[in-house]
């Protein structure tokens, strides 16, 4: 599934299910030593789901650990995402040269619970959910808007090495095309020499899940900046 959603240039794997048997690195195993069963078992499958995109990318076989706020440590020169909700588990991976960011994330396609969507949401993301879900209730509107956000900082925090809140990135959802922009309200961080104002992404919703995902793609925001010198007009780094 989670290809569909995907660029050219990134690598993917996914499970819809736990497999026992699966052998982690020692380095990864530590990791979840002292986790519950069921959280070992999801950790496991998403690793392996790792490690069979980087094989994609015929990289080494190589533990994936942890850098600082839980983010996966990918090999150099590697850029990647992982993500898991219940009933299913996906990692996508590039190589720098060709993607500087990925970020993609899985839900379970359900309302959000009771709460959750004042604290995660601005008011102008509300109104325009509330129109969404007036033109089309059979998607989970709430839950996609949280879903990209989540997408969001994980594409985000790899450039940026900061925390970035659920207020910090408006979400702009589009219904036809299958697409969302992210707009950043936080100081731009330069990427290549360029300011990263934000990021256009892809979504899926299909059997039970929705799934969302962004990959920067090299060299974009410089075309970007050259596109709107020419044109005469300031154009937002989104990609």
């Given at each position: 599934?989670?290809?569909?959603?995907?660029?050219?240039?990134?690598?993917?794997?996914?499970?819809?299910?736990?497999?026992?048997?699966?052998?982690?690195?020692?380095?990864?195993?530590?990791?979840?030593?002292?986790?519950?069963?069921?959280?070992?078992?999801?950790?496991?499958?998403?690793?392996?789901?790792?490690?069979?995109?980087?094989?994609?990318?015929?990289?080494?076989?190589?533990?994936?650990?942890?850098?600082?706020?839980?983010?996966?440590?990918?090999?150099?020169?590697?850029?990647?995402?992982?993500?898991?909700?219940?009933?299913?588990?996906?990692?996508?991976?590039?190589?720098?040269?060709?993607?500087?960011?990925?970020?993609?994330?899985?839900?379970?396609?359900?309302?959000?619970?009771?709460?959750?969507?004042?604290?995660?949401?601005?008011?102008?993301?509300?109104?325009?959910?509330?129109?969404?879900?007036?033109?089309?209730?059979?998607?989970?509107?709430?839950?996609?808007?949280?879903?990209?956000?989540?997408?969001?900082?994980?594409?985000?925090?790899?450039?940026?090495?900061?925390?970035?809140?659920?207020?910090?990135?408006?979400?702009?959802?589009?219904?036809?095309?299958?697409?969302?922009?992210?707009?950043?309200?936080?100081?731009?961080?330069?990427?290549?020499?360029?300011?990263?104002?934000?990021?256009?992404?892809?979504?899926?919703?299909?059997?039970?899940?929705?799934?969302?995902?962004?990959?920067?793609?090299?060299?974009?925001?410089?075309a970007t900046h050259d596109a709107a010198d020419s044109a005469g007009t300031r154009v937002p780094?989104?990609?």
């Amino acid at each position: 599934m989670i290809e569909k959603i995907l660029c050219a240039g990134v690598e993917s794997a996914e499970a819809f299910a736990d497999p026992p048997g699966i052998l982690l690195f020692p380095e990864e195993e530590v990791l979840v030593a002292k986790a519950v069963e069921s959280r070992r078992r999801e950790f496991a499958t998403a690793r392996n789901c790792a490690h069979h995109a980087l094989a994609l990318l015929c990289e080494a076989p190589a533990p994936i650990v942890r850098r600082e706020r839980g983010a996966p440590q990918w090999p150099a020169g590697i850029v990647g995402s992982i993500t898991h909700c219940a009933g299913y588990r996906a990692a996508a991976v590039a190589r720098v040269r060709d993607i500087l960011t990925i970020g993609i994330d899985a839900e379970s396609d359900e309302v959000l619970p009771d709460g959750v969507l004042d604290l995660v949401s601005l008011p102008d993301e509300r109104a325009r959910l509330r129109d969404l879900a007036a033109a089309d209730s059979g998607t989970r509107w709430d839950r996609l808007l949280f879903s990209a956000k989540e997408a969001v900082y994980k594409a985000w925090f790899p450039l940026a090495g900061r925390w970035l809140g659920f207020d910090q990135a408006e979400i702009t959802l589009s219904p036809t095309a299958g697409t969302f922009e992210a707009r950043l309200l936080v100081p731009a961080p330069k990427v290549e020499g360029f300011p990263l104002r934000g990021f256009t992404g892809r979504w899926l919703a299909s059997d039970g899940l929705i799934l969302t995902a962004i990959a920067l793609r090299a060299g974009t925001l410089a075309a970007t900046h050259d596109a709107a010198d020419s044109a005469g007009t300031r154009v937002p780094g989104l990609v």
